[in-house]
């Protein structure tokens, strides 16, 4: 089967076509350091047949800290545990990615240190986000920039075999890059180019500190989840933009999300065929316009659709997240019964218990042992 065929993005060679979508956990200690079950979770998943590993979130300035238990690659960060993430995936026989995260007006555990989130602009009366948070000042967004390029050196010195910007989901960059959070009148907002500027910003940063030979990815949210958000007319531009600039894959994914978890990256309900592979659509018309590698997310739950997308061109890797919460040795299953079914129902419960402050595990299944 294709799936199970080696993949490559640029210097970086994967066993297969599986990748884990990068999933916050919750288990990092108070300080940001890598914990012990952080290094077990990851060997499990390596030893469990996945390709390439991408981390949990992890902050690369304070401003962009979203919860308590997150990992730091941060200045100060804790390089010894990143190191022994890095082998834990290596000895698994897995590559590993690191997932570089700036939360902009969600970075709500900076409100801990009595400051505001920080944010493209300020949209009043928003329906679909409440919460206290400022405009960035160009001096921020320089400095934003700069913590990008040294984490990424980061990255690179403690194994780490490629990093992945967290481009998606309402976060920093799908906030510049929607038109809906974006309404500044200066370099950095207006047309596609300038809700771009800060993604290839970064993107030069990092090259700088990383060297020319170093993959460099990013998840990219190329559909907001409501009218007058980004369009996926303006998303597929913005990722041929990317990957003429450089980035090395695309995961594509959804950008600011709406009101429900229909539409976002959470779907639920995703047992009938018909719903499965949500964003697969579009990382085909992705596909089609660059020349780098796609990764398709969301909602692959069956092999058939998996091998499909492989066999059919539609991406080049394909990337799961819920059904490795429950399992996270599904992909060596699935290598001796391609029919198995995954025991991840999609419910988010996971999600509702971290968002609770609770570690990561399968709420179901623990509620059955
Ligand atoms: C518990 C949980 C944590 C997540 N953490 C992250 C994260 O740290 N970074 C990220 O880009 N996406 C994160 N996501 C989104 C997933 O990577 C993925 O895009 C989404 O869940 C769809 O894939 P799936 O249907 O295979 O779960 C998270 C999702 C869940 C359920």
Redesign the pocket.
């Known amino acids: 089967m294709m799936v199970f065929e080696p993949g490559r993005i640029k210097t970086m060679r994967l066993p297969n076509r599986f990748v884990r ?4 956990d919750g288990l990092s200690d108070a300080s940001g350091a890598v914990t012990d079950r952080q290094i077990e979770l990851i060997s499990a998943l390596a030893q469990g047949g996945v390709g390439l590993i991408v981390s ?2 992890m902050y690369v300035h304070p401003s962009g800290q979203v919860s308590a238990f997150m990992n730091s690659i941060a200045d100060g960060a804790d390089m010894g545990g990143l190191k022994k993430l890095v082998r834990a995936a290596h000895s698994g026989g897995a590559k590993i990615a690191v ?1 570089l995260y700036h939360g902009g007006r969600e970075a709500r555990f900076v409100k801990t240190r009595k400051q505001l989130p920080l944010a493209p602009s300020v949209v009043a009366d928003d329906p679909y986000y409440r919460g206290g948070y400022r405009e960035m000042t160009a001096d921020e967004i320089a400095t934003v920039i700069d913590a990008f390029g040294q984490a990424a050196r980061r990255a690179r010195e403690v194994g780490f075999d490629a990093l992945q910007i ?1 481009g ?2 309402g976060y920093l960059f799908s906030q510049f890059l929607s038109p809906f959070t974006n309404r500044r009148n200066d370099c950095w907002g207006g047309s596609l180019e300038n809700r771009l500027r800060l993604h290839r910003d970064v993107f030069a940063a990092m090259r700088k500190q990383t060297g020319e030979d170093y993959p460099l990815l990013i ?1 990219l949210g190329v559909e907001d989840g409501f009218e007058g958000g980004l369009s996926l007319a303006e998303g597929v531009k913005a990722a041929k933009m990317l990957a003429e600039t450089g980035y090395d894959a695309l995961e594509i ?1 959804s950008g600011v999300r709406g009101n429900a978890y229909e539409g976002t ?2 779907k639920t309900r995703i047992q009938k065929p018909a719903r499965q592979g949500y964003f697969l659509t579009w990382a085909r018309e992705i596909k089609k316009r660059v020349g780098v590698p796609v990764i398709a ?4 739950r069956s092999m058939g659709m998996m091998e499909g997308a492989i066999a059919k061109g539609e991406a080049d890797f394909v990337s ?4 490795l ?1 429950a399992e996270p040795d599904i992909i060596n299953h699935w290598r001796r019964d391609p029919e198995k079914k995954p025991k991840c129902v ?1 419910c ?1 419960k ?2 509702e218990e ?1 968002h609770r402050g609770a570690p ?1 595990r399968c709420v179901v299944l623990a509620g059955q042992e």
């Open positions: 979508s990068a999933t916050y949990a979130i997932q967290h998606a989901h998840k994914s990256e959470y997310v969301g909602g692959f799961l997240c819920r059904p919460i999609s988010n996971c999600l971290l990561l």
